[in-house]
């Protein structure tokens, strides 16, 4: 059941393509970062932009002398022009390719965890598992597949047919957001491939609880997965406090430390429907203890600030504040004010999980954020742990963007 009836999936004519890779140069000087086998190549970099090519075009990229430097994939379309997947010039980008990576992505899950049939995990992780333009993620017995490149759509009947074959799910939902569309030069997609078709809610387990994510309407592949251990290693601290859980979302953090023992937990966040999500987990796990309210999280904390409200722990997971390069003190400057309001409503002796999943934001920017924070309200903070996402989240060591998730939990004076 396609959800844009008026746009469907289209073929991509093959008789555009050329056999063979086309040779794409680059400006003066701009051959560092892929030298260092870093996968973006923006269309400023290059001398010889591809305009003219089709979206999905096998290209070799060679520095501005013509020396090869890596091969990929472009998209006159976008900013982000080519994206690099091999810099090995025996191997060649085609449908071998995306099976072997595939291939590798699952087993590379299989290093830490056999997850069991009703729980869920990322399967691919873009850049990470080195195949930039595509995040899947299995809840149950679905897959949720989002495409973030244009130019790998060409290829998108393939890598949804070996999904299924590698995965044996019975559905799987496909989405292009609009965002993505706008930025790639593609429809916004959403149906489901193949297989059966449902309204989109998909039940799993995690951290014992059973939850529900909405495969159509949720964020992105579906839910947050990223941060599943970090709701855990948080709980643990949260035990017969009463705990603040900021930008809840649904549920995530604050069920967690509830069902762990926590004497009270309120959680805030601004969408409706995701607290309605929220409540319906509580009734489906039985969890006492926490309520829900909505409100935008600065205005709720600094209203809580002037009511004298207290609390022996707070959360905070905000949404990503930094998209780009240029965004970066701004998404400071949001993360001291939130930072603030949570120091000024944390007890003596209190703890504190921070989080960022900017990953413009570096880690060493995060913590002089949360340094010159304490300072401005003399409180001491003693950091316990810095914690990742989880390892089905892996990061490329090539592209430092994927090192994006930041969860630093400390005990306040």
């Not at 706008?182 to 449902?198: L, N, P």
């Not at 926590?262 to 966040?269: G, M, P, S, Y």
Request: aromatic share 8%; glycine share 6%.
């Amino acid at each position: 059941m396609l959800l844009f009836p008026s746009t469907p999936v289209k073929s991509f004519d093959l008789s555009t393509f050329s056999d063979e890779p086309v040779a794409l140069r680059l400006k003066p000087s701009r051959q560092y970062p892929f030298l260092a086998r870093h996968p973006w190549v923006h269309a400023h970099a290059l001398a010889e932009t591809g305009h003219k090519l089709a979206s999905g075009q096998v290209v070799d990229l060679l520095d501005h002398d013509g020396n090869w430097i890596a091969r990929g994939v472009v998209n006159p379309s976008s900013r982000l022009r080519i994206r690099l997947y091999s810099f090995d010039s025996a191997v060649e980008v085609n449908e071998d390719l995306w099976k072997s990576r595939l291939e590798q992505s699952v087993a590379r899950r299989r290093l830490t965890e056999t997850f069991a049939a009703d729980h869920a995990e990322r399967l691919v992780f873009s850049e990470s598992d080195l195949i930039s333009g595509l995040i899947v993620d299995r809840y149950a017995d679905c897959l949720g597949v989002q495409f973030t490149s244009g130019a790998l759509w060409r290829w998108h009947e393939m890598i949804l047919d070996q999904l299924k074959t590698l995965t044996n799910c019975q559905s799987i939902m496909v989405r292009i957001d609009e965002k993505t569309a706008k930025h790639e030069g593609i429809e916004a997609k959403e149906f489901w491939y193949q297989g059966q078709e449902s309204d989109g809610r998909v039940a799993y387990v995690q951290n014992g609880l059973t939850l529900s994510v909405n495969l159509r309407s949720g964020q992105k592949t579906g839910s947050y997965l990223d941060q599943r251990l970090n709701h855990e290693a948080v709980a643990r601290y949260m035990v017969d406090r009463r705990v603040l859980d900021v930008c809840c979302y649904t549920g995530g953090f604050g069920l967690v430390a509830a069902k762990g023992g926590a004497k009270e937990v309120v959680a805030i966040d601004s969408s409706r429907p995701a607290l309605e999500e929220a409540r319906k987990a509580v009734e489906r796990n039985s969890v006492d203890a926490i309520e829900f309210q909505e409100g935008d999280c600065f205005d709720a904390l600094k209203k809580m600030v002037e009511d004298g409200e207290s609390f022996g722990g707070v959360i905070l997971d905000p949404p990503r504040f930094a998209g780009s390069r240029h965004q970066i003190d701004r998404a400071l400057r949001a993360y001291a004010r939130l930072n603030s309001l949570a120091l000024d409503l944390l007890s003596p002796g209190g703890v504190l999980a921070t989080c960022s999943c900017s990953g413009r934001v570096s880690r060493s920017d995060f913590l002089n954020m949360l340094m010159d924070v304490a300072k401005r309200k003399r409180r001491d903070l003693v950091v316990l742990e810095q914690r990742g996402p989880a390892p089905d989240h892996p990061v490329s060591i090539a592209c430092p963007e994927s090192d994006y998730l930041k969860c630093v939990i400390a005990q306040a004076s």
